[in-house]
């Protein structure tokens, strides 16, 4: 027996005795299990003896209601009202959670009003309704935006303010009872000016290469991986703490096409100009300019997987993997490889035969590895 009120709520067994599934309401998902076994065997028509099994939020929603509940049980004889009669309680207790948690204290806010008042109402890019969580928007000397959260305690600035932003490596901010919005502000945008020569190298390349992963770069991010063509991508990595030096490098694809990349990309180090950029050095050093937006559609180099007919998966990966036989060419996930060498017997192999045409297909990305 199912219920059209609670159609996500499903028996067990035959007899209608047993139930797991969830409750719906307020756009949450309450799992609930349900146990009328006991009632089975007692001549009173209340479902008196059932059993309820809620998840944790439940627990914590009805800790104080549990009399309420056992009387609902008591007065209902069938299943779906008294689960009308609970999400009722439940929705109920849920809307008097969320309006029972305090609010500012007229100091904090007063306090909080000044401090905003110092660093700027122009950086203000966002605040919460608890007036707990504030996202502010700097601008460094190159004239990069960059947003920083900072979440206040309730006895703040007594308490030290949490604070998160985008960078590429651990940051600790200074604080005591005496530290202000404003002390913070002035850490990040020092912070800020440490990275200026790192980010104007990742943005050449973001701007004049094709960067096929990451998809959606961030500030922290320290690697790019680039479309070469021919079904080949170079990975780079920076030393952040010197990212003019010559970056570590990896190369993907057929071997055919890699073996004279990799044949340039070994002599990098004997060639690298720390005056210019790091695309620069790269296009050098391989004796070609990189395919870009300029003068290259994505299409280009936007190949699905031949294994599961998608560029993108769930992780993030791209396929990495090329054929080496040029006539095939078909690239690879390489999960979905790996999958494939699972099915063949093949786990301990570094080749394994294509899918499409039987030829040999490394899997493993070559070059000086990251």
């Known amino acids: 027996m199912g219920f059209r009120t609670f159609p996500l709520l499903c028996p067990l067994d035959e007899d209608g005795l047993c139930y797991r599934g969830f409750l719906t ?14 009632n089975s065997h007692s001549n009173n028509n209340s479902l008196k003896n059932t059993q309820l099994y809620f998840c944790e939020e439940l627990k914590r929603l009805t800790a104080t209601h549990k009399n309420t509940i056992k ?42 009003i000044a401090e905003l008042d110092i660093v700027g109402w122009d950086k203000l890019e966002s605040i919460d309704h608890s007036l707990k969580e504030v996202t502010l928007k700097l601008s460094d000397s190159s004239g990069r935006k ?6 206040f305690p309730r006895n703040y600035p007594k308490a030290a303010a949490v604070v998160r932003a985008d960078l590429p490596t651990p940051y600790s901010i200074p604080q005591n009872h005496k530290t202000r919005l404003k002390d913070i502000v002035l850490f990040f945008l020092m912070e800020f000016e440490k990275y200026k020569d790192f980010w104007h190298l990742v943005e050449d390349v973001d701007k004049h290469t094709w960067v096929l992963d990451p998809v959606k770069p961030k500030r922290s991010d320290l690697t790019r991986r680039i479309f070469l063509g021919n079904h080949c991508s170079l990975l780079i990595k920076w030393k952040i703490e010197d990212p003019r030096s010559v970056c570590k490098w990896q190369l993907f694809g057929a071997e055919k096409f890699a073996a004279p ?9 004997r060639i690298w100009n720390r005056n210019i950029t790091t ?20 299409s280009d180099f936007e190949i699905d997987c031949a294994i599961c007919y998608i560029y993108e998966i769930e992780d993030g990966s791209i396929p990495d993997q090329s054929c080496n036989n040029l006539k095939c060419g078909q690239s690879f996930h390489k999960s979905c490889i ?18 499409y045409c039987n030829e040999g297909l490394i899997f493993h990305g070559s070059g000086n590895k990251i």
Do not use: A, M
């Open 25 to 38: 309401f307020q756009d949450q998902e309450f799992l609930i299990g349900i146990d009328l076994t006991q």
């Open 71 to 112: 009387q609902l049980l008591e007065q209902h004889s069938d299943l779906e009202s008294f689960l009308i009669d609970l999400k009722e309680l439940l929705v109920e207790r849920l809307v008097t959670k969320k309006q029972s948690k305090p609010l500012p204290s007229p100091e904090y806010c007063s306090f909080l």
């Open 146 to 151: 960059h947003s920083i959260l900072v979440s």
């Open 261 to 269: 990349l990799r044949k340039n990309l070994n002599k990098i180090s």
């Open 279 to 298: 695309r620069e050095n790269f296009e050098n050093t391989l004796g070609f300019k990189f395919p870009s937006p300029q003068n290259t559609s994505q």
């Open 338 to 355: 790996l999958e494939w060498k699972k099915q063949l017997q093949e786990i301990n192999s570094l080749y394994t035969k294509c899918p």
